[in-house]
């Protein structure tokens, strides 16, 4: 590339993007829009995205930052040696592959955890390396709208350590052609009764995090459970079943895209408690806004239930709490496992 602009790429489009009204969260995380964007440069309607992107409604047994029906994310971790991604990342953009990166925010340059801590929940798509200015372009949920959420990077050792975690995107399957009728319906009859058991654990989940506590750590874990699993998983599968005609269908297309917003709220709330004075005091208070999300899963089962779906023999509703617990635990661990603030 020559000169300092990038050439033309990947985009942040709210006015294409699924669901992006308010803000980017509006139904996705970061990782999803990058991948989002990168499926839209490959030419894929926001429909074939929702499809590309949904599968099942499996709130335990989905990795949102990885498998999906049509496409994969192959990672490449090399946490505390993040120049080792480096070339790996100019190679696939020079080549016009855009490369999702999740860096080590205490590398990134004017991040708020810069030197601070060793955090990894925020994710940009690289698309574009100027090798005469030594510059990479990301898009970046958190850059400036008016600039097209562009960040340009100039090369240095601390930018080429950030890059710890970066991935590349596979398309794997063609897109699911099912009308949203049909696919709704094969969602409703295999996934009625796991989602009954879930809706079940979930209340127990978050009501043993309200009498518990939430520290540091493990308010941080929650926002990223809440906003990069348990809200797409919802989001994508109300967004999967646009076209529908059937009426029952559709109250079900509804009441996933009610639990959704339900947990974008809650997200959004511990977001905001984490910079709160006292914290234990902000978490109890966004952890009060769960219900709208857990109500909203109730709702969701309902129609399910109404639409023909059965909610027999799901699996034990303890054994999904103990999962979900495990699942923080691991999403916390992962994310903000080293230099976690108290």
């Not at 803000?23 to 074939?48: F, I, K, S």
């Not at 960040?151 to 063609?174: F, I, K, N």
């Not at 969602?187 to 796991?194: D, F, L, M, Y």
Request: net charge negative.
């Amino acid at each position: 590339m020559r000169g300092a602009e990038a050439p033309a790429g990947p985009v942040f489009d709210p006015q294409r993007a699924l669901g992006w009204r308010d803000v980017a969260l509006d139904g996705l995380n970061c990782v999803l829009r990058c991948v989002e964007a990168t499926l839209a440069h490959h030419g894929y309607t926001p429909q074939q995205i929702a499809r590309c992107l949904a599968g099942e409604l499996d709130l335990l047994g989905r990795d949102m930052a990885r498998e999906f029906p049509g496409c994969a994310l192959s990672w490449r971790t090399a946490d505390g040696e993040g120049e080792r991604n480096w070339q790996f990342v100019l190679d696939s953009v020079t080549a016009g592959t855009p490369v999702i990166i999740m860096p080590d925010r205490y590398y990134w340059p004017g991040d708020e955890f810069e030197g601070r801590f060793h955090f990894h929940d925020h994710a940009v798509l690289a698309y574009a390396w100027c090798e005469e200015e030594g510059v990479l372009t990301v898009l970046d949920t958190d850059a400036p709208p008016e600039d097209g959420f562009r960040r340009r990077l100039t090369e240095s050792a601390q930018v080429r350590s950030a890059c710890t975690r970066v991935a590349a995107l596979d398309l794997t399957s063609p897109v699911d052609q099912r009308t949203g009728d049909e696919f709704g319906r094969a969602q409703i009859v295999t996934r009625t009764a796991p989602l009954a058991s879930e809706a079940i654990a979930l209340r127990h989940f978050f009501g043993a995090l309200r009498e518990n506590g939430l520290s540091g750590e493990l308010g941080r874990g929650l926002h990223v459970l809440v906003l990069g699993d348990l809200q797409p998983l919802l989001f994508l599968f109300g967004e999967a079943l646009t076209d529908a005609q059937d009426p029952q269908v559709l109250r079900v297309r509804q009441a996933a895209l009610s639990a959704a917003a339900g947990a974008k709220r809650l997200g959004q709330a511990l977001i905001a408690a984490h910079s709160q004075r006292d914290r234990q005091q902000g978490y109890q208070a966004a952890l009060a806004l769960a219900d709208r999300l857990l109500n909203g899963v109730d709702s969701l089962v309902a129609a399910m239930r109404d639409a023909g779906g059965s909610v027999l023999g799901g699996p034990d509703p303890d054994n999904v709490t103990r999962a979900l617990h495990a699942k923080l635990a691991a999403i916390t661990e992962t994310c903000f496992g080293e230099g976690a603030p108290a």
